[in-house]
């Protein structure tokens, strides 16, 4: 079962049982787009980020990108960046790693973002998804397609928060600007 | 240049016509299927296998191998095929491994007709898979690119062929591969010998260089002594800092064993083996934790980790002991830290507000504040108890479990304890705690040999235990702990591989110094006096030259037949006294140049002594690794930076085991006449 989300829309994160989640994989893929013109072979390469910010009370604690591959506490991790994206296979290019037992108790949100390192806007990206993934039997639970693809450079993509016990998972798809997480601060505040 | 793919990373080809290398340890069935721009497989036709070994454009072996060579024209390759990807599998019904998880990680390399390589990629990370997509090359905008794949399946060739769209005809293809297969390996001549394992190969190619070229690396090579993985934290445990992994370390270990990797000695069979792959043998499988029943946590168990050996198990289960610790620590102090800042904000909050100062209002306010920050800190405190129990008892099932070198002086283990015949990968420098539990003590292990010399404080640290020591005692006790160093890393040593010096011009130390010079372990006396220390100098100076000369023109067996190859240890007390500017000089030299060449350095010094060189030797300082003989903090994690406190591994008062262990190395050595 896979939710296909649109902006705004929030699910929870139980199980189809009723368990809860224990661990899951927050997948970005994407494609560089073809260039229109006579030399069209040359496909510039893309550079996409994934990063997660982890908040505790909307105030930011601690951040996983390419810089920092692990949040200090170790519930979050980050595979690793890839500088070019993918061949249009639909598999993950970059993906974040959280497991939420472990989560320090006070982070009560994270939230998903996604830049574009080279400066490219998302024109020229195809087939740009964020997905999230129940890393323990792999079952795809959400999937938010990066659409249109507009002239901007970053995406605020979903943020995962505390619900009750659980977890819920909210699509921002939210457009801004900016080459790491860092210039995103202020797009991400007002979706706490 | 090649590029070395991770899973996922792709790179161009410049060149249709390539050649792909297979190289896996055992012998495996290596294929091919064809896909067009879909990723489906159209139909039988299009797989490449040994039943079938040739399509226009590819070509496989016929047989099953440990080693193969893929011929591919992607010119010759149909319009229609928008997809190559290579596979791998084990034949079944053979006899041999079931699945990868035993063997070891298969390297693939895309490479040209001339042999230069284009890319590689070992598939590292497969388990209870039996069939394997190792690489897939496909055409992009008219060019074509190879991507690093590694996806396996459990169930085999049949899965692999159905997940890429043969749904139908998979499980017979695949009976049909496994057949031809087997035919292939019935027809053969015999079944191929089994492969020994590497090292006993790296033997039969070293004797005659060996003995005198080894040019104090000789240990290196040992059997056993694995490179240390990539990104492997030891390195980066620095005092007070976090360093990158020096590259010089990897030198070090890789350092061609004369005769071995280097020069081939004449007549002697050619070393074939990867010189980053020590063993092709499948280890014996780790101990796994029994399952626990429900809500129970796992029970520990000793050797919970991967690695080649029980030894490599231990280590890198230590070092994860230590990352978990770190991280927890870090989870818990974060969550305290967000707490008190709440809580003040609130309270000024309430402070600020003009209502709260009538009435009970304000009280209230502050008591909730208050209330939130002890049930946050409460529930922080929860999950780091829990964290801790588990890593204690994880901690109690390790520790005994630990060779000598990794275990404490009071481990019983060192009553029973023999030269070894290879060194080992590690050695415990001492322990390290936090102040969030003091009784859980991470063992500090780090790879032998040493990449950095060691710096005995024998100075008035910060913290407050050392206060009542008056600066003769510290001095003391400075010494005590860098002989139980000293004396750890010759028990850790086969016997006659490691040569130690002395060096205490003042004669300051031979209280500490008396049960190594007793036992006669030493090279020779401690050196006394300026001239003991010029001679000293005179020595490992030229033994560093000789061999980084020998080792720089590829001559190792041109070394004099009477120079010492084993590991080197110079320990001085009461740094700088007794040296002269020539003899900092050459000391900075071998501080440098010796790690490399197997020449390391204990300094036993107090930085305040040597405060009239001002800041001229501050990079001396900075490149040893700073040991306190009292516990202190000044010990950094590589992942969270929190300050560890480092305790000595002392000998327990009033204990015999350094003399009965010292002892034993003297007995281990008089065959060698040492």
Redesign the interface.
């Known amino acids: 079962m896979t939710v296909n989300m649109t902006k705004g829309q929030a699910i929870s994160l139980q199980k189809n049982d009723g368990g809860t989640l224990t661990a899951v994989r927050m997948g970005l893929g994407w494609q560089a787009a ?1 260039r229109r013109g006579l030399f ?2 040359r ?1 510039r390469e893309i550079d996409l980020d994934a990063s997660a910010v982890l908040f ?2 909307k ?1 930011p ?2 951040v996983v990108f390419f810089r920092h591959l ?1 949040s ?4 979050v991790r980050h595979t ?1 960046d ?1 500088l ?1 994206g ?2 249009g ?1 639909g ?1 993950d ?1 970059e993906a974040i790693l959280v497991d939420l037992q ?1 989560l ?3 982070i009560d949100q994270l939230v998903f973002t996604v830049n574009s390192f080279t400066g490219q806007t998302f024109q020229e990206v195809q087939n740009a998804f964020c997905r999230l993934v129940d890393e323990t039997n792999g079952q795809e639970l959400a999937r938010y397609t990066l659409d249109g693809g507009g002239a901007y450079t970053a995406q605020i993509m979903a943020k995962v928060h505390r619900a009750g016990s659980g977890w819920q998972m909210t699509a921002l798809g939210t457009a801004a600007n900016g080459r790491t997480f860092q210039d995103l601060m202020p797009s991400i505040l007002p979706h706490l | 240049m090649t590029a070395e793919l991770v899973r996922g990373q792709n790179h161009p080809l410049t060149q249709t016509r390539l050649e792909i290398r297979v190289s896996a340890g055992k012998p495996v069935v290596a294929g091919a299927t064809l896909s067009d721009e879909q990723g489906t497989v159209q139909g039988a036709e299009w797989v490449v296998h040994p039943g079938s070994p040739t399509l226009p454009g590819l070509e496989v072996s016929k047989q099953a191998a440990a080693d193969h060579r893929l011929a591919v024209d992607l010119g010759v390759l149909p319009e229609t095929v928008h997809r190559v990807s290579v596979l791998l599998a084990l034949p079944v019904g053979v006899g041999g491994p079931v699945c990868f998880g035993a063997v070891a990680a298969p390297f693939v390399a895309v490479t040209g007709l001339d042999g230069s390589e284009v890319a590689s990629y070992t598939i590292t990370g497969l388990d209870a898979e039996s069939a394997v997509v190792a690489l897939e090359l496909y055409r992009r905008q008219g060019a074509w690119k190879v991507r690093a794949i590694g996806q396996g399946y459990a169930g085999g060739l049949a899965e692999l062929l159905s997940d890429q769209g043969l749904t139908g005809a998979a499980g017979q293809l695949a009976q049909a591969i496994n057949d031809a297969v087997t035919q292939g390996l019935a027809r053969s001549v015999a079944a191929p010998p089994p492969r020994t394992s590497d090292e006993t190969r790296v033997r039969t190619a070293s004797p005659g260089a060996g003995a005198t070229g080894a040019g104090g690396s000789g240990a290196q090579g040992g059997p056993g002594m694995a490179q240390p993985p990539a990104g492997s934290p030891d390195a980066a445990l620095s005092a007070g800092s976090v360093s990158p992994m020096d590259p010089r370390s990897a030198a070090s270990g890789a350092q061609p064993a004369p005769g071995g990797g280097g020069a081939p000695s004449p007549g002697g069979p050619v070393n074939y083996t990867h010189p980053r792959r020590q063993t092709a043998a499948p280890p014996p499988p780790p101990p796994t934790a029994t399952p626990a029943g429900s809500g129970q946590p796992v029970q520990p168990v000793a050797g919970d980790a991967t690695g080649w050996s029980m030894e490599e198990r231990l280590y890198n289960q230590v070092w994860g002991m230590f990352e978990d610790l770190a991280r927890t620590a870090a989870a818990y102090r974060s969550a305290v830290d967000f707490a008190d800042s709440r809580m003040e904000q609130e309270l000024d909050k309430a402070l600020s507000d003009p209502r709260s100062r009538i009435g009970g209002t304000g009280d209230a306010a502050r008591a909730a504040a208050r209330a939130k920050h002890a049930q946050l800190v409460d529930q922080a405190r929860e999950v780091l108890d829990r964290d801790i129990a588990q890593l204690r008892a994880e901690a109690d099932v390790v520790e005994p479990a630990l060779p000598p070198a990794y275990a404490r002086w009071d481990n019983p283990v060192w009553h029973a304890y023999r030269a070894p015949t290879e060194i080992p990968m590690a050695l415990r420098l001492g322990d390290l705690h936090l102040p969030e539990r003091t009784d859980l003590r991470i063992p500090m292990l780090v790879r032998l040999p040493l990449e950095r010399g060691l710096w005995i404080d024998s100075g008035r640290s910060s913290s407050a235990t050392t206060s009542f020591a008056d600066s003769g005692q510290l001095r003391r006790l400075a010494m005590d702990a860098a002989v139980a160093h000293a004396a750890r890393l010759i028990a850790a040593y086969p016997a006659g591989e490691f040569t130690v010096h002395v060096i205490d011009a003042a004669g300051s130390g031979a209280g500490p110094l008396a049960p190594l010079v007793a036992a006669g372990v030493l090279d020779g006396p401690p050196a006394v006096g300026a001239a003991g220390v010029s001679g000293v100098f005179a020595k490992l100076t030229q033994r560093v030259d000789l061999v980084q000369m020998a080792i720089r023109s590829g001559a190792t067996d041109a070394l004099p037949p009477d120079l010492d190859t084993a590991q080197q240890l110079l320990i001085v007390n009461d740094f700088p006294g007794g040296f002269d500017d020539r003899a900092v000089t050459q000391l900075r030299y071998l501080a440098d140049e010796g790690p490399d060449v197997g020449v390391h350095l204990m300094l036993v010094a107090d930085r305040e002594d040597a405060a009239a060189y001002g800041p001229l030797l501050d990079p001396l300082w900075r490149s040893l690794l700073r040991l306190t003989p009292v516990p202190d903090d000044h010990l950094a994690d590589p992942w969270v930076g929190h300050a560890w406190t480092y305790e000595p591994p002392l000998v327990p008062p009033g204990s015999q085991v350094l003399h009965d262990v010292m002892n034993q190395v003297a007995a281990a050595r008089r065959p060698w006449n040492r």
């Open positions: 073809p069209g072979t496909t505790a009370d105030q604690v601690d692990v200090d506490d170790g519930s690793g890839n070019v993918g061949v296979q598999g290019d472990r320090p108790v006070h």
